[in-house]
């Protein structure tokens, strides 16, 4: 499988739940991101992960906690979510060579809904 | 801070023909990058064209081409010979050089009408 995929596809949970996102890149880079896109707003970058290491925690509250074991996989753990956190949760990857960054690439997102 | 505005919820174009998406964005950098990426009805964003701000000829790809006005801080996309598989919602992104963080616009919707 190549570039970026995302698991699952669409989730629904209730506020009391617990669960995961999980995202994987195929592309060799090494820096990896968590999106949040709701309707009619630009996406917000929630988090960012550069060589396993958290560089950006875009004031995300803590019911989600994001983990990254290696450089290829992300994940986005939920705990106690509101509706409003329903949205298209997406990941991206990059490459980040010397100061500069390239083009990131996005995998397919995950539909999240809470009740 | 880096702000993109996309004034266009919404455009449409007859298949065939030409249509343009405006873009526009504020910053104080000199080095940067502008990005239109495409997002179909199945959700996958897709890389449509990049842009260096240090460049001054516009990027082209295919039928997809960029009007970058450095100066008046514009980045508009080009669609030629609009085909029904254009039709997504488009967004503008900016990235500072050296910075991973993108900054992306709200988006405009690209109806093609048959």
């Known amino acids: 499988e190549t570039g970026v995929t995302q698991t699952p596809r669409h989730l629904v949970m209730g506020m009391t739940n617990k669960k995961s996102l999980k995202c994987e890149q195929h592309l060799g880079h090494n820096a990896m991101y968590w999106y949040k896109q709701s309707a009619k707003k630009p996406l917000e970058l929630m988090f960012v992960y550069n060589f396993k290491e958290q560089t950006e925690n875009n004031s995300v509250p803590s019911r989600f906690s994001p983990e990254c074991p290696n450089s290829s996989h992300l994940f986005l753990h939920l705990h106690t979510l509101q509706p409003e956190d329903s949205a298209l949760y997406l990941c991206a990857s990059s490459l980040i060579w010397l100061a500069s960054t390239d083009t990131q690439y996005f995998g397919p997102g995950t539909r999240l809904t809470v009740l | 801070a880096q702000t993109v505005t996309q004034s266009q919820p919404e455009m449409s174009v007859q298949e065939a023909e030409t249509v343009t998406l405006s873009c526009t964005y504020d910053?104080?950098?000199?080095?940067?990058?502008l990005f239109w990426y495409k997002q179909p009805p199945s959700r996958q964003m897709i890389l449509v064209i990049r842009?260096?701000?240090?460049?001054?000829q516009n990027a082209t790809e295919n039928r997809f081409s960029v009007n970058f006005q450095k100066a008046a801080k514009s980045f508009s996309l080009k669609i030629s010979d609009s085909q029904l598989g254009d039709a997504a919602m488009y967004f503008c992104?900016?990235?500072?050089?050296?910075?991973?963080?993108?900054?992306f616009g709200t988006g405009t919707r690209l109806t093609i009408i048959p």
């Open positions: 842009q260096e701000a240090y460049k001054q």
């Open positions: 910053t104080s950098e000199s080095d940067y990058y």
């Open positions: 992104a900016y990235r500072t050089f050296g910075n991973e963080k993108l900054t």
